[in-house]
């Protein structure tokens, strides 16, 4: 089966603190891709980043950086410098081949960052 | 710009009324599917479809039908909604670029807020 395990439900930190989200998938795909999407309070979904299973390099987009290990099975999120308007549900997300190409989602992880 | 479109943005309505939730796509992609949020769930897919006239069931399609009539829309039908259909819903679409979805992201509309009272 394939599934995504967000186990953190909620986190809390003060601005500027950093913070990581944690993501683990399961799949019998060889091919698969790996998102995050965030979804701050006004509700829309925002796309991250995407990464596929042969890319295990690590990526970092301003405070953003991601770190993918396929011999762990989890690709998390850090924030570096955390900000109020960090402040948003964080879903991962799998989506492989012999599974339909279906976006499946975890549960998602709740941040606040109080200033 | 490129956007998907859902209307209505929130719904109240009671049990048994039918309903239809639009959702209309402008980049030409040829995947399009539902999702529902539900707290502690994520997002669950409803229903998908490949192409025009191609659709299939995703993993809670029980009270759900779609169509898929043109490439652009893809319209959720609720024929007798249930308070348990009290929901975020997404509707999302995604380049199929004949190699497979996989590495293409999925856009998302804006959500539909229904509540069944």
């Known amino acids: 089966a394939q599934k995504v395990t967000q186990a953190q439900t909620e986190i809390s930190v003060v601005e500027k603190e950093d913070v990581t989200l944690d993501c683990v998938y399961e799949?019998?795909?060889?091919?698969?891709?790996l998102f995050w999407y965030k979804q701050p309070p006004s509700g829309e979904l925002v796309f991250l980043i995407r990464r596929n299973s042969f890319d295990e390099q690590n990526e970092i987009s301003g405070r953003y950086s991601w770190n993918f290990q396929k011999s762990t099975s989890s690709f998390n999120f850090t924030i570096t410098a955390s900000q109020v308007v960090d402040s948003a549900v964080y879903f991962c997300?799998?989506?492989?081949?012999?599974?339909?190409?279906?976006?499946?989602f975890g549960a998602g992880t709740i941040l606040r960052v109080k200033s | 710009e490129a956007q998907v479109t859902q209307n209505p943005r929130y719904l109240i309505t009671v049990t048994g009324k039918k309903l239809t939730v639009t959702c209309s796509q402008n980049m030409n992609h040829e995947y399009m599917s539902w999702y529902r949020q539900d707290p502690g769930l994520g997002l669950r897919q409803i229903y998908y479809?490949?192409?025009?006239?191609?659709?299939d069931k995703g993993d809670v399609p029980e009270g759900y039908k779609v169509s898929r009539k043109e490439k652009r829309n893809f319209p959720l039908i609720l024929e007798s909604p249930s308070p348990n259909q009290t929901s975020l819903y997404f509707c999302?679409?995604?380049?199929?670029?004949?190699?497979?979805?996989?590495?293409?992201?999925?856009?998302f509309g804006q959500g539909t807020r229904l509540t069944v009272v």
């Open positions: 997300a799998l989506r492989g081949r012999a599974y339909g190409n279906k976006l499946v």
């Open positions: 479809s490949m192409n025009v006239e191609v659709t």
């Open positions: 799949t019998r795909d060889t091919t698969y891709y």
């Open positions: 999302a679409s995604s380049l199929y670029n004949g190699q497979g979805l996989g590495n293409t992201e999925a856009f």
